[in-house]
């Protein structure tokens, strides 16, 4: 049996040059296993996951398992974005309700070490501020000592994950906050940065000043 290891975009597996290098020398029909995965994968789509394929070489027989995809491309998927904050600390990319960190800790939850949930929802806030999300609009330092106070023991407890759409009205009302003040401090930065730029270019061609000039 040979195992061959893929990271795949759900539902949207392509028959690329990664996958014919590995699945072309098996002799399977690599039509219909693109096909399966994309089956198997549908209810991840827009998600970047691995999949491993286990081949039979003798039946030419492929098995397919789905694992689970990495914490940060779940909470994208929550979000509706693609890319995360390049500077977490500066820059907001959206704002979690606790009720979504419970539904990707619940999708990751299976996957992890720890046989306790709390420490499951605990690692999704670690992600959450690594991509930089808000959680609830706080910061995620705030939101972990809400909880280690019991603050959202009932959601947690009962795995709530539906989000109320006044709540969520509200949490989005909030970002658009962030995101619009963020948006002028970065017009700023870049209207600063571009006269820095103007500046040394000026300086770079002005000619040297003469020996009387000097005097």
């Given at each position: 049996m040979a195992v061959i290891k893929l990271m795949v975009e759900g539902g949207n597996m392509t028959p690329g040059p990664a996958v014919a290098q590995q699945l072309g020398p098996m002799g399977v029909n690599m039509g219909k296993v693109i096909s399966d995965v994309n089956e198997a994968t549908q209810e991840f789509k827009g998600v970047t996951l691995p999949v491993h394929l286990t081949v039979?070489?003798?039946?030419?027989?492929?098995?397919?398992?789905?694992?689970?995809?990495?914490?940060?491309?779940?909470?994208?998927k929550e979000l509706g974005i693609e890319k995360a904050s390049g500077a977490r600390l500066k820059?907001?990319?959206?704002?979690?309700?606790?009720?979504q960190v419970i539904s990707v800790a619940k999708a990751k939850h299976d996957s992890m070490l720890s046989n306790d949930f709390m420490a499951t929802i605990k690692s999704v806030i670690g992600t959450c501020q690594a991509l930089g999300v808000l959680i609830e609009n706080k910061e995620t330092k705030e939101i972990m000592q809400d909880i280690n106070e019991g603050k959202f023991a009932e959601e947690i407890s009962a795995k709530k994950t539906d989000v109320d759409s006044e709540k969520r009205?509200?949490?989005?009302?909030?970002?658009?906050?962030?995101?619009?003040?963020?948006e002028a401090v970065k017009k700023e930065e870049d209207a600063e940065k571009a006269a820095e730029e103007e500046k040394k270019a000026a300086n770079a061609v002005a000619p040297e000043a003469t020996p009387e000039a000097k005097k």
């Open positions: 039979n070489a003798d039946t030419k027989e492929v098995t397919i398992k789905v694992l689970s995809p990495p914490t940060s491309e779940l909470i994208k820059q907001r990319v959206g704002n979690f309700a606790v009720e009205k509200a949490l989005d009302d909030y970002f658009a906050t962030i995101a619009e003040k963020q």
